[in-house]
């Protein structure tokens, strides 16, 4: 199982950006859902190790939370708040969020095995890496492509050529994503085993 525990960074300037993220993320399919658990953290349960790639990147692009993945068995039945949940994915999650306010890329994970937790941390850093070097354009381009379109698709959709599409999307690092997702979707996998 993965808990994800994510802490709103510079929360003390900024406004209180929770109430905004929990509605964006409502629909998410998830063991239990994204709740506020103090202040300026929320916290989810998931149990798709994809899901969690899918969270971990869409939560870096926004660039405002510090990300800790959790990842081990959670005491069962879960309680129907998330809040209340309890097992060692909660205490990881926990230990991982406080380590990625001072990690690389904003992530970290903790886990039972070292050695499969520190292949997921460090593939994550790898990861939030590349998405967080790339610029708007190159989000633009790289969303267009993870919906299935082509490269000339793409073009006629931001009004450029395809050599444009291609030299943005080599340049936004999208064939090296498309590695790290899966990269990191096996890896977290393992470490739950």
Do not use: C, Y
Request: no cysteine.
């Amino acid at each position: 199982m993965f808990v994800l525990t994510v802490d709103q960074r510079s929360s003390r300037r900024d406004i209180d950006r929770v109430a905004d993220l929990l509605t964006e993320l409502q629909d998410v399919p998830l063991v239990r859902p994204f709740e506020r658990t103090a202040g300026d953290e929320v916290q989810a349960v998931a149990d798709d190790p994809a899901l969690v790639v899918d969270l971990v990147l869409d939560l870096l692009r926004r660039e405002r939370w510090s990300i800790g993945v959790g990842i081990g068995p959670v005491e069962t039945p879960l309680p129907e708040q998330t809040r209340a949940g309890r097992g060692p994915a909660f205490e990881h999650a926990r230990t991982a969020v406080e380590r990625a306010k001072n990690a690389p890329g904003q992530v970290a994970a903790e886990g039972d095995d070292a050695e499969a937790t520190a292949d997921v941390d460090a593939a994550l850093t790898l990861l939030a890496t590349v998405v967080l070097r790339r610029t708007d354009q190159g989000h633009e381009a790289v969303d267009l492509a993870r919906q299935g379109l082509s490269q000339a698709r793409i073009a006629e959709r931001l009004g450029i050529s395809k050599q444009a599409v291609s030299q943005r999307l080599a340049t936004a690092g999208w064939q090296a994503e498309l590695a790290g997702r899966e990269l990191v979707r096996r890896l977290l996998e393992r470490a739950d085993r």
